[in-house]
């Protein structure tokens, strides 16, 4: 017989497991914060090459991703029913892929530079993004198995580690860059190249200390043993789960990225604008993030102990946290539009009234937006705690592609709209695939875990 959980006992459960997450993807934010402020000091140019060279490589890490993600939901799952065997199965067939992924995407990323110029990129950036590439790119490979490890630590509720490891990696990258990029501390100035090093070695770092982590606190999983070994009925399922989920995180990706290229057709000051009001609503959407990793765990240990009555509580009071954090967040932007856009200017920018105008303007939108925003990556954690990702990738690509992108255009140029519409159209397509994946969640996946007792 399950035990019952109270409301109270649910929200005290989700906050002790989800604030280490949320502080991890708040240090995760950090890094690229500090890539950013610091090539802006190096040098425009730099700067350019770097996030250009970033989008690229985030595009296909997003979906090697799908792999580690997918043994969240397996794992925990396990730890529910007890079974330790398919705790370690399946973080080792996660493991698996994601090496095998990074090996097959690294010919992307070493011969980059055509690719970014059939993409019109200016060629002199283009090729200083592909001399980044062509470092960074070996990043690949601990990042990825530093998700799979990571999502493996949080599934048995060993979070507080998952935090101090991205914070220490936090550190390590922000005093790497500093050295590497502009020759402090007798280091050379490698600019660009210092840039690409830093992360590699942020990333190795990271995966030494959470294997050494894995090994010595959980023994019993024997995780690294007979690694070679292969296990095809798990490396399927893995698989199998994996490939939605990172296709869902790209198609997502993907509508913010073309928003950005439309704000970029409005002008340069609409795009800062643009830049500014996302970099704003991505800080506090890590909230809603750390907050859906941790329905997904749940969500996971439910489905393990086929307990409908824990899943639907704990779904509803997830939801709820996520909802109030919408409101205080709609409160903030409404109320503080003016003082949070003026932290990423200048005082005495010349083009700080007309960046301020728009920017106002796209925070009452980035508002709205994170109400939507949060109901479906919630709606979307629950879904994959269930391990139901094929539908959810239909419903979110369809929101996201067949209604976000054009009503996005249709807002902002067709009627007029500039930027505001443009990020209409984003809320429209997030409000739908809230819609959508929530009814699927509650009207369809919630009632396949077992019956809720009398």
């Not at 959980?218 to 893995?238: A, G, K």
């Not at 002008?267 to 750390?290: C, D, R």
């Not at 949070?340 to 200017?345: Q, W």
Request: hydrophobic content about 55%; aromatic content about 10%.
């Amino acid at each position: 017989m399950n035990k019952v959980m109270t409301y109270p006992g649910h929200l005290r459960a989700i906050t002790v497991l989800g604030l280490p997450l949320i502080g991890g993807h708040l240090a995760q934010y950090a890094i690229g914060l500090t890539d950013t402020i610091m090539l802006g000091w190096y040098g425009v140019e730099a700067l350019a090459a770097v996030t250009l060279a970033s989008s690229y490589f985030f595009v296909l890490f997003l979906f090697g991703a799908g792999f580690g993600l997918a043994v969240m939901p397996m794992v925990a799952t396990a730890a529910a029913e007890e079974n330790e065997t398919s705790i370690r199965r399946s973080t080792r067939m996660g493991l698996w892929l994601s090496l095998i992924y990074a090996t097959v995407m690294m010919p992307l990323l070493w011969w980059s530079q055509p690719i970014l110029i059939a993409l019109k990129q200016e060629p002199q950036v283009a090729e200083t993004a592909a001399i980044y590439l062509r470092v960074a790119g070996w990043g690949l490979f601990p990042a990825l198995l530093v998700m799979t490890l990571k999502s493996y630590l949080a599934a048995l509720e060993r979070t507080q580690i998952v935090l101090w490891i991205t914070v220490g990696a936090a550190v390590v990258n922000g005093l790497t860059n500093y050295a590497l990029i502009f020759g402090n501390w007798g280091a050379p100035e490698l600019g660009v190249m210092g840039a690409a090093i830093a992360s590699v070695v942020t990333q190795i770092v990271s995966l030494v200390a959470v294997v050494i982590y894995a090994v010595k606190a959980l023994p019993e999983h024997s995780l690294f043993q007979r690694f070679w070994r292969p296990d095809w009925e798990m490396f399927m399922s893995v698989l199998r789960l994996g490939v939605p989920i990172g296709l869902t995180t790209l198609a997502e990706v993907s509508l913010f990225a073309i928003s950005a290229v439309m704000m970029g057709w409005l002008g340069p000051v609409p795009l800062a604008a643009h830049g500014i009001a996302l970099n704003l609503a991505s800080a506090t959407f890590m909230v809603h993030l750390g907050l859906s990793n941790v329905a997904t765990i749940r969500a996971g240990n439910a489905l393990g102990r086929r307990d409908r009555a824990h899943l639907e509580k704990g779904a509803i009071t997830v939801t709820g946290m996520s909802l109030v954090v919408s409101v205080l967040t709609i409160i903030l932007f409404l109320t503080c539009a003016e003082p949070l856009i003026s932290l990423f200017m200048e005082f005495d920018d010349p083009k700080r009234p007309e960046i301020l105008l728009i920017g106002t303007g796209l925070l009452a939108m980035a508002a709205l937006f994170q109400l939507v925003d949060g109901a479906q990556v919630i709606a979307l954690g629950l879904l994959r705690g269930l391990q139901d990702a094929k539908v959810p990738m239909v419903m979110a690509a369809l929101s996201y592609w067949a209604i976000g992108i054009p009503a996005s255009y249709y807002f902002g140029f067709v009627q007029g709209m500039e930027g505001i519409g443009v990020w209409l159209g984003l809320v429209l397509g997030l409000a739908c695939a809230a819609v959508l994946l929530m009814s699927r969640f509650w009207l369809r996946s919630v009632r396949e875990v077992g019956e809720v007792p009398a």
